[in-house]
């Protein structure tokens, strides 16, 4: 019976933890689109801190060219590092272009009350 309730236990704390590892890399989101290999040429970083707005969600468009003028390369990966690890950070889409393209537009949402810190690092041959 003691060996039971023991196993049991077991299970659970392991399923709370695993239910916290979802809460938390759920609100920590790091995107990853197309293939950064090691030969890939880094295009473009850019590093976004937007602080809270009360009461707002922030939101920010990362352009890529910034002018809109191509600049000849094909975009083959695109990474959006969440820098927010407790749980109050946001989500990065890709609105158009993207890996194959020569252009991208991503939107950087932040949670209700909460600011973006996020590192975005495009990648092209
Ligand atoms: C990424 O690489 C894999 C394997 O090399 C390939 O099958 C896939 O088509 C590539 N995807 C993109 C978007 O380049
Ligand atoms: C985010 O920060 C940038 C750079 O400081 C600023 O230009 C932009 O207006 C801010 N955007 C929002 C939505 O707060
Ligand atoms: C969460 O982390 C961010 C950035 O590191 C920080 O600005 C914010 O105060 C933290 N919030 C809480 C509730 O700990
Ligand atoms: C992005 O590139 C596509 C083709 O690669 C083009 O059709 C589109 O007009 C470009 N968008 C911008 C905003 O430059």
């Not at 600011?115 to 690092?121: A, C, N, P, T």
Request: net charge positive.
């Amino acid at each position: 019976m003691r060996h039971h309730n023991c196993n049991t236990l077991i299970k659970l704390s392991t399923a709370l933890t695993i239910v916290a590892y979802i809460v938390t890399t759920t609100y920590a989101i790091s995107s990853t689109w197309g293939n950064i290999s090691n030969s890939a040429q880094l295009l473009h970083v850019e590093n976004v801190f937007n602080a809270s707005s009360p009461g707002k969600y922030v939101n920010r468009e990362i352009k890529f060219p910034k002018n809109g003028i191509g600049n000849g390369r094909i975009i083959t990966g695109i990474r959006a590092f969440d820098q927010v690890t407790n749980g109050t950070g946001g989500h990065a889409t890709i609105y158009s272009g993207g890996p194959g393209f020569n252009n991208v537009t991503i939107k950087l949402q932040s949670q209700y009350n909460y600011g973006l810190i996020f590192r975005v690092e495009i990648y092209g041959k």
